[in-house]
T-cell receptor, first 110, second 117 residues
Framework: QKEVEQNSGPLSVPEGAIASLNCTYS??????FFWYRQYSGKSPELIMF????GDKEDGRFTAQLNKASQYVSLLIRDSQPSDSATYLC??????????FGKGTSLLVTP | GAVVSQHPSRVICKSGTSVKIECRSL??????MFWYRQFPKKSLMLMAT?????????EQGVEKDKFLINHASLTLSTLTVTSAHPEDSSFYIC?????????????FGDGTRLSIL
């Protein structure tokens, strides 16, 4: 089983702080990783994808990938209450489907 | 950007009813569509992979005779839950993949919340 592991949280951060979300994966051959945000009762919304070691930045979001250590992280700078949601980490499998972690619940408090 | 439309958004029906869910890619041709299921407070689990013009590939534990998938065109895939029972109540979400780029990010439909009474 090619697992994707996430701490379920909840992770609570004050407004304006940096939220750090982490994800580990078991399949060393995994190439592509995705972060989705899911609000309660809604479908996942793509935030970022990353496939190269290092950092990838997009606005307030930075994805980090370390293939040697098999972890992926997502940093959210200047966190806002509207960022409160469940964040899903996923890896792409060989058939292009996504294998999701259980998600981390983030709560940004005003 | 790429848009995936899913319909209906919510279904409430009696046990034994068959329910059809449609997934459409609106501005690209989807060679592959994926069907996921999400139970409350759980993550998304892949049910099946649907390729245009061929039979769907089901994940282990998913009954292909119960969850019928048809991908008759490059823009439409349907999932039919046959003789649905309360345990089939879940959030069903489709996604679509277009051009054969290694890292084409999947975009999800808005999901269908199925409630079987």
């Amino acid at each position: 089983q090619k697992e994707v592991e996430q701490n379920s949280g909840p992770l609570s951060v004050p407004e304006g702080a940096i939220a750090s979300l982490n994800c580990t994966y078991s399949d060393r051959g995994s190439q592509s990783f995705f972060w989705y945000r899911q609000y309660s009762g809604k479908s996942p919304e793509l935030i970022m994808f990353i496939y190269s070691n290092g950092d990838k930045e997009d606005g307030r979001f930075t994805a980090q990938l370390n293939k040697a250590s098999q972890y992926v992280s997502l940093l959210i700078r200047d966190s806002q209450p509207s960022d409160s949601a469940t964040y899903l980490c996923a890896r792409r499998d060989s058939g292009y489907a996504l294998n999701f972690g259980k998600g981390t619940s983030l709560l940004v408090t005003p | 950007g790429a848009v995936v439309s899913q319909h209906p958004s919510r279904v409430i029906c009696k046990s034994g009813t068959s329910v059809k869910i449609e997934c459409r890619s609106l501005d690209f041709q989807a060679t592959t569509m994926f069907w996921y299921r999400q139970f409350p407070k759980k993550s998304l689990m892949l049910m099946a992979t649907s390729n245009e013009g061929s039979k769907a590939t089901y994940e282990q534990g998913v009954e292909k005779d119960k969850f019928l998938i048809n991908h008759a065109s490059l823009t439409l895939s349907t999932l039919t839950v046959t003789s649905a029972h309360p345990e089939d109540s879940s959030f069903y979400i489709c996604s679509a993949r277009g051009t054969p780029e290694r890292d084409w990010p999947q975009h999800f439909g808005d999901g269908t919340r199925l409630s079987i009474l």
